[in-house]
């Protein structure tokens, strides 16, 4: 069996080898899913919630050890491990455990239809059967793995095929919910690179993909081609807006955060600044303090830097290329700007003003530490090139004024909107989170169709009455019709049917 070396980015070295899985070793654990897959639903809510409470503790307990794999296989700071990756792990195990029964509960339909007057209706959610979830290198646990919470919760086996970048995580994962109980076959972990992926999408009743835009589009045509539903959680560019009546501080330490958080690659990062003319320069002078303030290095456990390495080798590329051609452009590094001779895959924290909208850097995806801020004349502006996008997966707007903060928020074209805020939103489990342009992807995670679309539907019309015949039905009498008629006539005329 061919293997796959798995780096650590920080450092260069290599810290494991996983599987390079073939189509056929994806299909035959496919077959282990779907035999496993009946038992796990019948164990109900309460029984599958044991499981995933256990594997909540089971996260908690075994925090240092998670966190330092994620580190080790992506290079990020022990606190981006901690709350975007372990802490949500954790929080999504108890979340789903209590809140699948509620969101998928059979739901009472009335209708004002007269021929189902007296039937009952009701409308319940299945487990789909075999899910497959294909993820990126950037949050190994809370991308890849944490979508199959929901999908388990569900009743669904579940199939995960992390990044190639960063498989190691997953896997220990996996091995935790087998120390958790999780009945054999019911979740695996498929190593491999994209061809992998690929032969998962062949498999499986439904896909959650999380990753770039282009190969999202691969794997929906693959999902079409077999007619199975796929949710596509894409790329951004995420804007950030800073009025005039703004809390500088708080705006400032939110643009440095947010940007360089996971060292920019985080697909809802603050990818591109607008700032209002009258607090352009203020604005920039606390960015620039505060980012050039920030520790870069291996990290080495708690505090130790502020901003670890990239994670994926040529993501280093992309980030130069967009900084050179902006420079070149007639942009200004205030802060980084120049990547650095050095083992492992590195850029330094990066600000960069004079930048225009023709620029790479503020129309491309960078996912690097990189911070553009443009000058603008006024909130319009801003809205309008905030907008001017393919992509439009979340954003922030900063004002004093709530009210107009919001204003402005509902303009944007984003699946999210964060005021005097961002990324956070992506923590609250019960709000939606997804694209609201095709290029940032297609259907929600989170929130009640976080979970419902892990399931087939079924509507359900249950007759309770011992009638022979109902007064719709053979043999047509003239009588009868034209009576059913006027009865028809009435009701359509009237707001009943409305
Ligand atoms: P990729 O699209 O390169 O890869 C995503 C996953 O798809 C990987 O596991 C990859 O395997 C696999 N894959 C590659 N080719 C195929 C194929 N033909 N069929 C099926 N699967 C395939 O994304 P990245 O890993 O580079 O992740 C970064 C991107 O993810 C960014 O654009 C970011 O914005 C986006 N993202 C979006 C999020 C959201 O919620 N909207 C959240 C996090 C990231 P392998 O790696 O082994 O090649």
Redesign the pocket.
Known sequence: MTTIAVENPATGAVIGTVPDLTADDVAAAARRARDAQSAWADLGYDGRAVVLRRMQRWIVRHTDEVIATICSETGKAYEDALLAEVSYGAAAFGFWARQAPRYLADVRVRSAQPLVAGKRLVHRYRPMGLVGV??????PLT??FGDCIPALAAGNAVLL?????TPLTSLLLAEGLRECGLPDGVFEVVT???????A??DEVDMVM????????R??AA?AAERLIPASL????KDPMIVLADADLERASTHAAYYSMLNCG????SIERCYVEAPVYDRFVELVTAKVAALRQGVPAGPGSVDVGSLT?PP?VDVVDRHVSEALAAGARALVGGQRPERRGHWYPPTVLVDVDHDMAIMRE?T?GPTLPIMKVPDADEAVRLANDSDYG?CASVFGGDLERAEQVARRIDAGAVAVNDAVVNYTALELP???AKPA??VGR?HGREGITKYCRQQSLLISRWHLRHDVHTYPYRPGRSRLLARVLAVLNRGRRTA
């Open positions: 294909i993820g990126p290198w950037n949050y991308n890849s095929k992390p990044s190639e970048i491999g690179r994209g061809a992998t992926g690929a998962l999408v993909f999380t990753g770039s835009t282009s190969t999202g691969l794997v693959r959680e894409l790329g951004g690659q985080t697909c809802i994926f993501q995806e996912f997966l989170m997804g694209g940032s992807g995670r």
